[in-house]
């Protein structure tokens, strides 16, 4: 399995607080990525990482900012938590080899978020 | 990217082969078709992925037709262990390689002892 981790992996808040996730990575990929996951749902991308320091936005970016300071580190903060926000978060990475530009991506084990 | 059209759900019995059908009739030529499931409660892994021929690895088969229009993941004798959501990502691989997948809702797919 790729060396990734998710913290924390559950976490209840309520409406108007700060929450930083945090993925760690070991495999030395460059590409880092977080999607939500809502109920009846397929991913969507939030925001996304190509590396250190270099961020953009995905599909659903609105609420939610991305910080990647390190290779292995990229964190994903809600400045003011809202209800909507309620999902579970997977962090994925992803490297490149041979001229392929996408190889697979590797997704951590989620982060259960609650916001009451 | 391109939009993927796959059932809802579908369902079948351990031992035996699946076919899993995806349509993507508007893809455009630079795309790769990728597949990814998610097992109850992980987050999602690599199946297969292929451009123009048929595609074997360990997991599953990937067949795609002629035209492209549609494909077909082939699992060749199904376990328990495959009821998972199935999901039909096309890639645009006339890009930088670091966008991120763009998921539906795939299928859900059951499998009977």
């Known amino acids: 399995d790729a060396g990734i981790t998710q913290s924390p992996r559950h976490k209840v808040t309520e409406t108007g607080t700060p929450v930083t996730l945090r993925c760690h990575q070991t495999?030395?990929?460059?590409?880092m990525y977080w999607y939500r996951q809502d109920p009846g749902h397929g991913l969507r991308l939030i925001h996304y990482s190509y590396g250190v320091k270099d961020t953009d936005k995905g599909e659903v970016s609105d609420g939610y900012s991305v910080s990647r300071s390190k290779t292995e580190d990229f964190l994903l903060t809600l400045e003011s938590a809202t209800s909507s926000q309620t999902s579970v978060y997977f962090c994925a990475i992803s490297g490149t080899s041979g001229g392929y530009p996408y190889n697979e991506q590797f997704f951590g084990p989620g982060t259960r978020l609650t916001v009451l | 990217d391109a939009k993927t059209t796959q059932p809802n759900s579908m369902e079948s019995n351990e031992e035996e082969p699946v076919h899993l059908p995806c349509n993507h009739s508007t893809i455009s030529g630079t795309d790769y078709i990728h597949w990814y499931r998610q097992l109850p409660s992980q987050g999602p892994e690599y199946v297969i992925h292929g451009l123009t021929s048929n595609v074997n690895n360990r997991m599953a088969s990937l067949a795609i037709a002629e035209d492209r229009k549609s494909s077909t993941l082939i699992l060749h004798r199904a376990t328990l262990r495959d009821a998972a959501v199935y999901y039909c990502?096309?890639?645009?691989?006339?890009?930088?390689?670091?966008?991120?997948?763009?998921f539906g809702k795939g299928t859900h797919l059951i499998i009977q002892p």
């Open positions: 990502i096309l890639r645009d691989g006339s890009g930088g390689g670091a966008d991120g997948l763009t």
């Open positions: 495999e030395n990929h460059r590409y």
